[in-house]
């Protein structure tokens, strides 16, 4: 049985609490894990840049700190009241708490610093400076919160043009596994799951997933893709048609036992794209024991879809407190673009589907091109039948 992941879980397992404003907002959150150093605040900063929004021109993500308003009283002398310009590099403190169900938790208050004379011991309000509550930034779409493991299929999208037959779907699923049981055998985040025998190499519960979600397919990164716009990109039919070719080519798979491939696929779990060290965002015993280790990844593997994966996990995480911000077309079209600029060295652009289940509003050709997509359902519920192979064979091998 498979738990669904909501937004309050996730700040429920923060020790790490960020608040703003003169009413002291709790806006956003983060784990890290007891006595490890991997998550700096530096990174913090980053990753606020990559979830929020601050209004106004200038870039005042420069000028953030971080000053400590609450912690347990057994360590408050041990951390720093204020955190600013090289202190940045200081690790995030992380404190153990009696168990994953009682964190002890450290808070600061996030405010707009400049380098001055002014004692860093000094109250807060010798420092502060209109610090505001950012927004938050909007996903193009949230971690699976189904059960079952038949629900990416259930909820497969294949490009309305793409012309896919049965055998070929089949085809398709079948070489996803086989790639990627070539450059891998064994989990790449715990490092087991090798079989005992010669054939088969891997062990039961070992399954080939997607980095990116297939049912996701349409933003599948692109390499050429770093300055996107709205009024730059177009989707077109080749362009859906690579992005699904991509999301179920061998570069967008890793090898997961199944219990991390659903934690995973919930984003409790990443993957850095550049360093492979793995992240667990939440206290859940299962995964924090492979933090800040180095995962098993294999060269061939997509470096543009893990970190795809890495970011949309940050932003899940650490903006789980703030509501989504609806973005509004003034041109009415179903598919759209945000742009992110991301603290690893890229910006992505997240389409957004404002339009999903809206029965009578749109291109009335397009309505038609999907009445007629109806009339060829039995014929999709084949191709549908047909890519549930990759999960058939690993349910086998359980």
């Not at 070992?206 to 990116?212: E, G, P, R, S």
């Not at 673009?337 to 060295?345: T, Y």
């Not at 999907?370 to 990759?390: C, D, H």
Request: glycine fraction near 6%; charge should be negative.
């Amino acid at each position: 049985m498979t738990t669904s992941v909501t937004p309050p879980m996730r700040v429920h397992g923060w020790n790490v609490h960020l608040v703003a404003g003169d009413d002291d907002f709790h806006f956003a959150g983060l784990y890290q894990v007891p006595g490890s150093n991997l998550i700096t605040f530096r990174d913090v900063i980053n990753e606020m840049r990559l979830c929020f929004d601050i209004p106004g021109e200038e870039d005042l993500w420069e000028t953030m700190a971080f000053m400590l308003v609450d912690s347990p009283d057994d360590v408050k002398r041990k951390l720093p009241s204020l955190v600013a310009d090289e202190d940045l590099a200081l690790p995030v403190p992380g404190l153990a708490g009696s168990s994953p169900k009682v964190q002890r938790i450290v808070t600061y208050h996030v405010i707009l610093h400049k380098p001055c004379d002014i004692s860093y011991d000094k109250p807060l309000q010798d420092h502060l400076k209109a610090s505001q509550s950012p927004k938050r930034r909007r996903s193009n779409s949230f971690s699976s919160t189904t059960d079952g493991e038949q629900e990416d299929i259930k909820n497969l999208h294949v490009p309305l043009q793409m012309d896919l037959s049965a055998e070929e779907a089949r085809e398709t699923a079948e070489t996803f596994r086989h790639d990627c049981l070539i450059h891998a055998d064994r989990c790449a985040i715990s490092g087991k799951g090798q079989s005992w025998c010669i054939i088969p190499s891997t062990g039961p519960g070992l399954h080939a997933c997607h980095i990116v979600p297939q049912h996701h397919f349409y933003v599948y990164p692109r390499h050429d893709q770093k300055t996107a716009t709205e009024a730059e990109v177009e989707i077109d039919d080749e362009r859906l048609d690579q992005a699904w070719a991509e999301t179920w080519s061998g570069k967008n798979g890793i090898l997961l036992m199944n219990d991390i491939r659903q934690l995973f696929e919930a984003r409790l779990i990443s993957i850095h794209p550049d360093t492979y060290k793995i992240r667990a965002f939440v206290p859940y015993d299962v995964i924090t024991d492979f933090h800040g280790k180095k995962a098993n990844i294999a060269r061939k593997v997509d470096k543009l879809a893990l970190r795809h994966h890495y970011e949309m996990s940050c932003i899940e995480n650490m903006a789980a407190q703030m509501p989504a911000v609806p973005h509004d077309s003034a041109s009415g079209s179903t598919v759209r673009f945000l742009e992110i600029r991301s603290p690893l060295g890229r910006t992505i652009s997240l389409p957004i589907n404002t339009n999903m289940g809206r029965q009578g509003g749109g291109d009335p050709a397009k309505r038609v091109k999907l009445e007629e997509t109806l009339e060829t359902s039995s014929q999709e519920e084949e191709i549908q039948r047909a890519l549930s192979v990759e999960y058939e064979l690993t349910e086998v091998s359980d």
